[in-house]
């Protein structure tokens, strides 16, 4: 165990400084690129055997531009984070979340004492339908940067159940990665890599779904064995001292909860006297009667196919009548619902409105307003709320910026290019099962450096389909093995702003992160490579 674990700045500066190194040792290339529009969409593509050295550009003191560079490059990120880290403390300061673990965690402890539940685990089967949800949702619609926001939801609880912040990160980011990771609709990767390899969209879809259950059965066993141990020793995390932070904003909060909890018929369903309350209600209200009359129905897009459901009429109704009973009870009660309708609508545009974290940024924001005027806050007092949460969570923003920094060092030093020439290469010197293998252990190292899956399948998947050809392997393999290749070491590469996003929220340092999740990481991409050798002597479906 590390004595004293260095800075996530410090380890992100490092790795600039050899990403310059390199510079000056891998000679400069580039291959040619066209405009190409792929499922509706115009991507920049490599050309086929378009290649050639250029004049090296080694890198020296632009690593001092590599902070700015990369702000500039991943602002929607990082802005994103801001946003949703300032609307959440603002719902923090309602302590709606607090008392709504509570509530939640006395529910779970009263269904314990029931004759037919006292053989189940109730906290299992909370992170089983957790985790399974947030892998679909990485399946279906390549949830990522939006796991961002639930870790504030999730890490406090799972402290309070008596569990660890790693145990908060993986039910939510690590079960959506393993879904994007095994995905079988994403369209940010998938989606284009099949465009660019001129397959039909979403095709081979069978032998995909079977690699996500398997993959997340192997990851909600993973989380439970590791959960199993922290409820038994706590001490046994390596979060233990570390979590104290989020245990001294915790404990308070349920001991007042309990205290308040024990009154029986007195506060806890007391009228809410704040008038605002219900103002905030109205409006709300009035709102979504509005969206109900101006989008009647909504299209739900998920792979090839689409349904049309009346969601916004639906959610109107719940709300109105959900909205009014909560507000007999209490401001934290309304507060609550307004998180869970957030998510909805978070779900519902990024499947029928193609909404992206600028949308889903002013989602949470409002729902940070809403939460706060509800609370009986002026507006004044909800926006200085505002600031001290961007405040907050102002070091996990700057990393993003920091990692993103490497990207841009490896691009003006013109070596990306380079390496990906050279292993495209060497490929066509062994036979089919080695070539799979050398394709996907390109595609896992190169997601080291570039962690953005659309960018990695614009780079790479011009010359690998093509190369697939040469090889006698299908180019529905080439995919799988970008698509394995991008979602497994998402989840510890160091570039990777979303991943430094979510450690930085939930106060993790990346080395205690790394030293946790490395082995399970290394057999995560030998089960991949597995997985694909299927695919060369079995005619699968789209194969």
């Not at 800075?7 to 066209?34: C, D, H, M």
């Not at 959900?322 to 309304?334: D, H, L, T, Y």
Request: contains cysteine; aromatic residues 14%; proline residues 3%.
């Amino acid at each position: 165990m590390w004595k004293k674990i260095p800075n996530t700045f410090t380890i992100v500066f490092y790795l600039i400084l050899i990403a310059a190194l390199l510079t000056w040792i891998i000679p400069g290339g580039e291959y040619v690129r066209e405009c190409k529009l792929i499922n509706g969409t115009e991507r920049e593509v490599v050309l086929d055997q378009s290649f050639h050295y250029v004049d090296p550009q080694p890198q020296t003191w632009t690593v001092l531009f590599a902070l700015f560079e990369g702000f500039v490059d991943k602002a929607d990120i990082i802005v994103f984070i801001l946003m949703v880290g300032g609307a959440f403390w603002i719902l923090n300061s309602t302590k709606a979340i607090d008392i709504g673990v509570h509530q939640f965690l006395c529910f779970t402890n009263s269904i314990r004492k029931k004759k037919i539940f006292k053989k189940i685990n109730i906290d299992d089967l909370v992170f089983i339908l957790i985790m399974t949800m947030f892998s679909l949702f990485g399946a279906v619609f390549g949830m990522s940067e939006e796991t961002i926001a639930f870790i504030i939801i999730f890490v406090p609880m799972a402290i309070s159940m008596g569990y660890d912040s790693i145990v908060g990160v993986c039910i939510c980011y690590l079960a959506a990665h393993i879904g994007f990771a095994g995905a079988m609709l994403n369209p940010f990767t998938i989606g284009i890599a099949q465009g660019i390899a001129e397959l039909p969209l979403f095709s081979g879809l069978e032998y995909r779904a079977l690699c996500w259950v398997l993959l997340t059965f192997i990851a909600i066993v993973f989380v439970l064995f590791y959960a199993h141990k922290i409820k038994k020793n706590p001490e046994k995390s390596p979060m233990y001292h570390l979590d104290q932070y989020w245990r001294e904003r915790a404990e308070p909060v349920s001991e007042r909860t309990e205290a308040v909890s024990l009154k029986k018929g007195e506060k806890k369903n007391k009228k809410a006297e704040n008038k605002s309350l219900f103002w905030v209600y109205g409006a709300l209200t009035l709102l979504q009667i509005y969206l109900a009359i101006r989008y009647p129905f909504s299209v739900l897009n998920m792979g090839g196919s689409s349904l049309s459901l009346p969601l916004f009429p639906i959610f109107a109704f719940l709300f109105t009548i959900g909205g009014f009973r909560a507000c007999r009870k209490s401001v934290a009660s309304f507060n609550m619902q307004l998180l869970f309708f957030t998510i909805l609508y978070l779900i519902v545009g990024v499947l029928a409105y193609h909404w992206y974290i600028m949308e889903i940024a002013g989602l949470f924001l409002g729902m940070g307003i809403c939460a706060g005027l509800a609370f009986g806050q002026s507006l004044d007092k909800v926006l200085s709320l505002f600031l001290e949460g961007v405040k907050d969570i102002l070091g996990p923003a700057m990393v993003v910026g920091l990692a993103s920094g490497i990207i841009y060092i490896l691009q003006e030093g013109k070596v990306i290019d380079t390496i990906l020439y050279g292993v495209s290469e060497a490929m066509g010197k062994v036979g089919e099962v080695a070539s799979v293998g050398v394709m996907y252990t390109f595609q896992t190292a190169l997601n080291l450096v570039m962690p953005s899956g659309s960018a990695k399948a614009a780079l790479t998947m011009p010359v690998m389909s093509q190369f697939a050809d040469l090889i006698h392997v299908s180019r529905q393999t080439t995919v799988l093995a970008f698509q394995f290749g991008d979602g497994f070491t998402n989840m510890i590469t160091p570039t990777s702003g979303i991943l430094l996003g979510v450690l930085g929220v939930a106060k993790i340092p990346y080395v205690v992160w790394f030293q946790w999740i490395y082995k399970f990481i290394l057999f995560l991409v030998f089960l991949g490579f597995f997985l694909l050798l299927p695919t060369l002597f079995f005619n699968f479906n789209g194969f």
